[in-house]
């Protein structure tokens, strides 16, 4: 099932850029992540903090305007901690993504840019971590729905006509969690995305 994944997200990749193959920069990025999940059931709980790493794509339309496809690894997913008899126990919900946006690209000025669009997001792992006073201890679940609908907006800047920095938000339309597996209010993935990148 992963592998079937990755191959969709790559033929997605793929297929956005052939059009205008001799115009088309690639390159290769990687930051760090601030997740949380948002829901009416979920109480004090907090931002998780994780990474993300992939390719993208940039296809001129013209000077000013482009396309930029993506294929991230993205790790997110939401803290919480609860006493209880006395004793803190504290958690972690692990939520590991094959994320594919797909953004418009508006230059404002010489190097800075807006970035905004849908993003297609297909659920590879997950887990919970637990910590407590009698030890640590991992299991994995299967609540998360298999695959998510968001979007991206956010900002770049190129230091050099390789080297660029991003700070992205990301937005979890579509329930994070399986309405089989979760019977309370709808669970949706928000977060920031830092980054840098190497054009080739």
């Given amino acids: 099932m992963k592998k079937s994944i990755l191959v969709l997200a790559m033929i997605v ?23 949380n999940m948002t829901s009416d059931g979920f109480d004090d709980n907090s931002s998780r903090t994780g990474f993300h ?10 000077e000013r305007f482009s396309i930029q496809p993506e294929v991230l690894y993205s790790t997110q997913g939401t803290e919480a901690e609860a006493e209880f008899m006395g004793s803190t126990y504290s958690g972690e919900y692990n939520l590991d993504y094959i994320q594919v946006p797909v953004l418009a690209k508006i230059y ?82 928000n977060g920031f995305q830092l980054g840098v990148g190497f054009m080739f």
């Avoid at 790493?53 to 013209?62: C, D, F, K, N, R």
Wanted: aromatic residues 16%; hydrophobic residues 40%.
């Fill in 13 to 35: 990749f793929s297929t956005s850029i052939v059009s205008a193959q001799e115009f088309v920069k690639f390159g290769a990025k990687g930051g760090v992540n601030f997740t």
């Fill in 53 to 62: 790493l992939g390719l993208l794509a940039e296809v001129p339309v013209s």
């Fill in 108 to 189: 404002l000025f010489r190097g800075l840019s807006l970035e905004a669009g849908p993003s297609f997001n297909f659920l590879v792992d997950e887990e919970v971590n637990v910590d407590t006073p009698a030890g640590e201890g991992s299991t994995d679940t299967d609540y998360g729905s298999t695959f998510e609908f968001g979007g991206a907006v956010g900002l770049s800047f190129n230091f050099t006509d390789q080297f660029f920095a991003s700070a992205r938000y990301t937005q979890g339309f579509t329930d994070a969690f399986d309405s089989d597996n979760w019977d309370d209010d709808a669970v949706k993935n």
